[in-house]
């Protein structure tokens, strides 16, 4: 037996194998190939091949292995073992097959729209970006967040954390925006960077909306998010990533009339030096005539069931806008110009229909979405209402409805699913009510699979001056798969409690209570459970506390937090200490702010600790400084920060990044620059990312899908 790999480099998720097997024998042969994959690998005829050979006969037998996107990235072994009818083991051969690194991300906003209005425009505002890895490796990120026209001028948040394979990780903070009073509306960047090179994979934005009486509401769609580049206009780009690395990039987007509508377009293209074809994504041309649009190349729909590649689209909207039809079809490659046979990685197709398309008291929607999935080799259907409706000026609804229906190929069978989300806001006796709600069953091919979670809060100002709130969180996470084994669970049950004093002079402080419960097998394998299925707790009680200043002439402020209290960890009985101390200070362009972290607040975080060895209690640090400042009239901006972070996971870990833009009437210019050290024992990593580009604008107009003009022809015959 011999086997051959033919495998080729434009189809990285199939395994081209031929296995020539010949009876060398004086009989003829019965039995079996038997074919042994690793996981994330499946053979698509089968683990088991029959075979029948005469007296030196050869036959050669292709075999296809696909390969996933859960299997892990380095050599893995395919084994072929070829045994008689009697079971007897004739000839075994091993295959060493290299699983090339899958880093990508995707970062998404939970909420993109967020609405307020005179009721609870007191409330504090909470941004959630969720970060799928849809690779094959486990990767630490950071997630900024960019609040603008605060009280001491535009900050940056960070979160830090890790997403492991094929599942995501929600990233959130909450501010209180009262500078919202003024403006119909404010925007939240917000990107993702991959660590330690600081590599950005994803913006995207989140518009809170004020939406009371005295103001009008504002399409966000227009609107561009963490980017250099603006509409109408050319951005070339160079980046040089560490000593070896080079990226040179093409980007721009916009638009020009017709005589007869108008045409826009957008592109994005880049390449590396050690990348053998360009990357072609974010690139499409659409034409808008009347009430109408087509749209071709890339195409990204953030449904229920989301689809992105190459594609097509069309809408129709009605004359008054209220009611719209949208429809599109999707190739799932997300490089337009790759070499990949179309529909090789899958399609979809999608139809959408809504009634008060810019009504956001009163609105429904009905959705279809088809995926073809070759990996799970399934074929998944997903039809779907989604209602708002404004009952009162105190009572929101919005609610969602989805039922699926999956066909497998592998055992032709049939699963049905359901999805259902309501979300809600309300007052009764003078208590603000917000609540959030979503299930999906374990099966669902909606971008939520297997998940109950329940969010309710309360709130309510107490003895006129005072503010009370409660926060409840509930939720179950465990998805099931046909295609392979899953039997991950993930419970958390998490209450917020607290009261917010009335402030006094320039000072206001508030305690609090906080009760966590976390229930996984996510860790198992890092605590040295080798029970995939035992689930491990961690428990904590914290009180809390936080006072906040503002010096009279508002140019100085500062915040500082502290929580307390005990956990109980998986494998200790006696509950421990757990303490945080964050604290945040700003002067005009200026932002400090820091973190001191004594105990795991996660299981994650007490399982990295327990394989690093460490004995002690789980530490963190973190430092970081901000400054943002525009000069001459707004045309250069200038952003620059470092950080130190030390703990178990991320070690000592120093880093630094400075950009430099300037914004002119007919060009533009930017340069970015970031440089992270990392240091964990014996290993130390040191990364300088530096990137230039240049922008040209275009001459902007104002694109009219209208008729520009009118033809008229008159013929006339006359035959006397």
């Given at each position: 037996?011999?086997?051959?790999?033919?495998?080729?480099?434009?189809?990285?998720?199939?395994?081209?194998?031929?296995?020539?097997?010949?009876?060398?024998?004086?009989?003829?042969?019965?039995?079996?190939?038997?074919?042994?994959?690793?996981?994330?690998?499946?053979?698509?005829?089968?683990?088991?091949?029959?075979?029948?050979?005469?007296?030196?006969?050869?036959?050669?037998?292709?075999?296809?292995?696909?390969?996933?996107?859960?299997?892990?990235?380095?050599?893995?072994?395919?084994?072929?073992?070829?045994?008689?009818?009697?079971n007897?083991?004739?000839?075994k051969?091993?295959?060493?097959?290299?699983?090339?690194?899958?880093?990508?991300?995707?970062?998404?906003?939970?909420?993109?729209?967020?609405?307020?209005?005179?009721?609870?425009?007191?409330?504090?505002?909470?941004?959630?970006?969720?970060?799928?890895?849809?690779?094959?490796?486990?990767?630490?990120i950071?997630?900024?967040?960019?609040?603008?026209?605060?009280?001491?001028?535009?900050?940056?948040?960070?979160?830090?954390?890790?997403?492991?394979?094929?599942?995501?990780?929600?990233?959130?903070?909450?501010?209180?925006?009262?500078?919202?009073?003024?403006?119909?509306?404010?925007?939240?960047?917000?990107?993702?960077?991959?660590e330690?090179?600081?590599?950005?994979?994803?913006?995207?934005?989140?518009?809170?909306?004020?939406?009371?009486?005295?103001?009008?509401?504002?399409?966000?769609?227009?609107?561009?998010?963490?980017?250099s580049?603006a509409?109408?206009?050319?951005?070339?780009?160079?980046?040089r990533?560490?000593?070896?690395?080079?990226?040179?990039?093409?980007?721009?987007?916009?638009g020009?009339?017709?005589?007869?509508?108008?045409?826009?377009?957008?592109?994005?293209?880049?390449?590396?030096?050690?990348?053998?074809?360009?990357i072609?994504?974010?690139?499409?041309?659409?034409?808008?005539?009347?009430?109408?649009?087509?749209?071709?190349?890339?195409?990204?729909?953030?449904?229920?069931?989301?689809?992105?590649?190459?594609?097509?689209?069309?809408?129709?909207?009605?004359?008054?806008?209220?009611?719209?039809?949208?429809?599109?079809?999707?190739?799932?490659?997300f490089?337009?110009?790759?070499?990949?046979?179309?529909?090789?990685?899958?399609?979809?197709?999608?139809?959408?229909?809504?009634?008060?398309?810019?009504?956001?008291s009163?609105?429904?929607?009905?959705?279809?979405?088809?995926?073809?999935?070759?990996?799970?080799?399934?074929?998944?259907?997903?039809?779907?209402?989604?209602?708002?409706?404004?009952?009162?000026?105190?009572?929101?609804?919005?609610?969602?409805?989805?039922?699926?229906?999956?066909?497998?190929?592998?055992?032709?069978?049939?699963?049905?699913?359901?999805?259902?989300?309501?979300?809600?806001?309300?007052?009764?006796?003078?208590?603000?009510?917000?609540?959030?709600?979503?299930?999906?069953?374990?099966?669902?091919?909606?971008?939520?699979?297997?998940?109950?979670?329940?969010?309710?809060?309360?709130?309510?100002?107490?003895?006129?001056?005072?503010?009370?709130?409660?926060?409840?969180?509930?939720?179950?996470?465990?998805?099931?798969?046909?295609?392979?084994?899953?039997?991950?669970?993930?419970?958390?049950?998490?209450?917020d409690?607290g009261?917010?004093?009335?402030?006094?002079?320039?000072?206001?402080?508030?305690?609090?209570?906080?009760?966590?419960?976390?229930?996984s097998?996510?860790?198992?394998?890092?605590?040295?459970?080798?029970?995939?299925?035992?689930?491990?707790?961690?428990?904590?009680?914290?009180?809390?506390?936080?006072?906040?200043?503002?010096?009279?002439?508002?140019?100085?402020?500062?915040?500082?937090?502290?929580?307390?209290?005990?956990?109980?960890?998986?494998?200790?009985?006696?509950?421990?200490?757990?303490?945080?101390l964050?604290?945040?200070?700003?002067?005009?362009?200026?932002?400090?702010?820091?973190?001191?972290?004594?105990?795991?607040?996660?299981?994650?975080?007490?399982?990295?600790?327990?394989?690093?060895?460490?004995?002690?209690?789980?530490?963190?640090l973190?430092?970081?400084?901000?400054?943002?400042?525009?000069?001459?009239?707004?045309?250069?901006?200038?952003?620059?920060?470092?950080?130190?972070?030390?703990?178990?996971?991320?070690?000592?870990?120093?880093?630094?990044?400075?950009?430099?833009?300037?914004?002119?009437?007919?060009?533009g210019?930017?340069?970015?620059?970031?440089?992270?050290?990392?240091?964990?024992?014996?290993?130390?990593?040191?990364?300088?990312?530096?990137?230039?580009?240049?922008?040209?604008?275009?001459?902007?107009?104002?694109?009219?899908?209208?008729?520009?003009?009118?033809?008229?022809?008159?013929?006339?015959?006359?035959?006397n």
């Open positions: 037996m011999e086997i051959r790999n033919e495998s080729t480099a434009d189809k990285p998720n199939i395994v081209d194998l031929v296995v020539l097997v010949k009876n060398e024998t004086s009989s003829k042969f019965e039995g079996n190939i038997y074919i042994d994959v690793p996981k994330g690998f499946r053979s698509v005829s089968g683990n088991q091949i029959k075979l029948e050979l005469s007296v030196e006969e050869k036959r050669f037998l292709p075999v296809k292995i696909l390969v996933s996107n859960d299997a892990g990235y380095g050599d893995e072994e395919i084994v072929f073992s070829c045994k008689s009818s009697a007897e083991l004739i000839v051969k091993k295959l060493i097959y290299r699983v090339q690194e899958n880093n990508t991300l995707r970062l998404n906003a939970e909420n993109p729209l967020i609405y307020m209005n005179e009721n609870n425009i007191n409330d504090s505002v909470e941004i959630k970006a969720r970060v799928t890895n849809m690779g094959n490796k486990r990767q630490d950071t997630v900024v967040f960019k609040i603008p026209e605060t009280a001491q001028g535009t900050i940056f948040v960070e979160r830090k954390g890790s997403v492991d394979v094929l599942k995501d990780t929600v990233f959130s903070f909450k501010f209180i925006p009262a500078h919202i009073l003024k403006s119909t509306q404010m925007t939240i960047n917000i990107a993702g960077f991959r330690p090179e600081k590599e950005i994979f994803g913006n995207t934005s989140v518009s809170v909306q004020n939406i009371s009486s005295t103001q009008r509401y504002r399409d966000m769609q227009p609107l561009m998010g963490y980017s580049y509409k109408n206009s050319i951005t070339a780009g160079y980046r990533i560490g000593d070896n690395a080079d990226m040179y990039q093409l980007i721009g987007s916009g020009f009339n017709l005589p007869a509508g108008y045409i826009f377009i957008s592109g994005n293209i880049y390449t590396m030096n050690n990348q053998d074809d360009p072609v994504n974010n690139t499409y041309i659409s034409y808008h005539r009347g009430n109408s649009a087509v749209t071709l190349g890339n195409v990204n729909r953030m449904l229920e069931m989301p689809l992105f590649g190459r594609g097509a689209e069309y809408s129709l909207t009605s004359a008054d806008k209220d009611k719209k039809v949208e429809i599109g079809f999707i190739d799932q490659s490089n337009l110009i790759e070499k990949t046979p179309f529909l090789q990685n899958g399609y979809g197709l999608y139809a959408k229909g809504t009634i008060g398309a810019q009504n956001t009163r609105s429904i929607s009905g959705v279809y979405v088809f995926r073809n999935d070759p990996y799970e080799k399934a074929d998944h259907n997903l039809l779907g209402t989604d209602v708002q409706y404004l009952f009162s000026k105190d009572w929101r609804l919005n609610a969602k409805l989805y039922s699926g229906m999956s066909f497998y190929e592998a055992d032709r069978s049939t699963k049905p699913s359901l999805g259902v989300e309501s979300q809600y806001s309300g007052v009764i006796s003078k208590i603000n009510l917000n609540g959030s709600y979503f299930y999906s069953t374990d099966y669902y091919p909606g971008n939520r699979r297997g998940v109950l979670q329940i969010q309710q809060s309360f709130s309510k100002n107490i003895f006129k001056e005072h503010y009370w709130y409660a926060n409840i969180l509930v939720s179950d996470f465990s998805p099931k798969y046909f295609s392979y084994d899953y039997n991950t669970r993930s419970k958390n049950l998490r209450l409690t009261i917010n004093f009335a402030k006094k002079g320039d000072f206001g402080w508030g305690i609090g209570y906080q009760y966590q419960e976390e229930t097998n996510n860790y198992n394998s890092f605590l040295g459970i080798f029970n995939s299925f035992e689930q491990n707790q961690l428990k904590a009680q914290r009180l809390t506390e936080y006072t906040n200043w503002t010096s009279p002439d508002k140019k100085h402020s500062s915040i500082l937090g502290i929580e307390a209290g005990l956990v109980t960890y998986p494998d200790m009985e006696k509950p421990r200490l757990q303490m945080k964050s604290g945040n200070y700003g002067y005009k362009a200026f932002s400090f702010s820091y973190i001191y972290q004594y105990g795991a607040y996660f299981l994650s975080e007490y399982a990295f600790s327990k394989v690093m060895n460490k004995t002690e209690d789980y530490k963190k973190s430092l970081s400084a901000f400054y943002n400042k525009t000069l001459f009239k707004n045309k250069i901006n200038v952003i620059s920060g470092v950080s130190y972070t030390d703990d178990i996971l991320y070690g000592k870990a120093p880093s630094a990044f400075f950009n430099l833009k300037y914004l002119g009437k007919q060009y210019l930017y340069l970015n620059s970031s440089w992270y050290k990392y240091s964990i024992g014996s290993l130390h990593t040191n990364m300088l990312t530096i990137e230039a580009g240049v922008t040209l604008n275009l001459p902007t107009n104002t694109l009219d899908p209208g008729k520009k003009g009118s033809i008229k022809a008159f013929v006339y015959y006359d035959n």
